[in-house]
C-alpha cells in the first residue's frame, strides 16, 4: 500500500508546485505589513482545503462532465506555464494578494497554499499514485509549509536575493519536467 518511491515522487511534485519557498517573498512582505503570520491556522486550513479537494475533485469534474484525464491535462498546462513564469521571472498568472483582517488565511493558506496549481496538481496525482501515498506526501509538504512559514525571517536572512532567485529556476525546471510526464501520460495514449 506505502510506496517510499510513490511517496517521494509526490512530496517533490507537491513540494515543487506549492513552492513554498518562491513564495517567501509574498510571505515577508505580509509579515512585514502585518507583523506576525499565524502558522498553524495557514497550515491547518491549507492542509484541510487540500485533503477534501483529493477527495471530492474529482467528484466535482464529474458534476461538470470533465473526466480526469482532460483535467490532468489542463493541469499540464497550468503547471507549465507555472514553471515558466519561475524560469523566465516574468508574471504570467496574477496574485490576488487581499489581505482584510484575514492575514493568514487568504493569500497564504489559498491561494499561496492550496491554488489552483496544486489542486489541479492533486487530480493529476490520483491518475497516478495510489491516495494514500498521496496524503503522505500532502502531510510531509504541511510540515515543510510549516517550518518555511515559522522561520520566514530567519530564511529571508539566510538565502539572500540571489539565492531565492535559484532556488526559483530550480523548481520552475522541475515543474516544467512534471508538466511534460503529465501531456505523455495523459494525452498522448488517447492519439
Known amino acids: 500500500m506505502f510506496s517510499f518511491k ?23 512582505d505580509l509579515r512585514r505589513k502585518f507583523g506576525a503570520i499565524e502558522s498553524e491556522k495557514a497550515t491547518f486550513v491549507s492542509g484541510a482545503l487540500m485533503v477534501s479537494f483529493l477527495f471530492v475533485g474529482e467528484k466535482i469534474l464529474k458534476l461538470f462532465g470533465v473526466d480526469v484525464s482532460s483535467f490532468a491535462v489542463a493541469g499540464a498546462l497550468i503547471i507549465f506555464l507555472l514553471g515558466l513564469e519561475m524560469i523566465l521571472g516574468r508574471t504570467i498568472f496574477k496574485s490576488e494578494v487581499e489581505a482584510d483582517g484575514a492575514a493568514h488565511i487568504v493569500p497564504i493558506a489559498f491561494p499561496l497554499i492550496a491554488g489552483a496549481g496544486t489542486m489541479t496538481t492533486l487530480i493529476s496525482l490520483r491518475t497516478e499514485y495510489q491516495t494514500a501515498n498521496i496524503i503522505v506526501g500532502i502531510v510531509i509538504n504541511l510540515v515543510l509549509v510549516y ?11 539566510r538565502l539572500g536575493p540571489g539565492g531565492l532567485a535559484v532556488l526559483r529556476k530550480v523548481f520552475g525546471i522541475i515543474l516544467l519536467a512534471i508538466a511534460i510526464k503529465l501531456f505523455k501520460t495523459n494525452l498522448l495514449p488517447q492519439f
Do not use: R
Open 147 to 157: 517550518i518555511v512559514l515559522k522561520s520566514s525571517e530567519w530564511l529571508e536572512n
Open 6 to 28: 510513490e511517496i517521494i515522487s509526490v512530496t517533490l511534485i507537491l513540494f515543487s508546485v506549492i513552492d513554498i519557498i518562491g513564495s517567501l517573498p509574498i510571505i515577508i
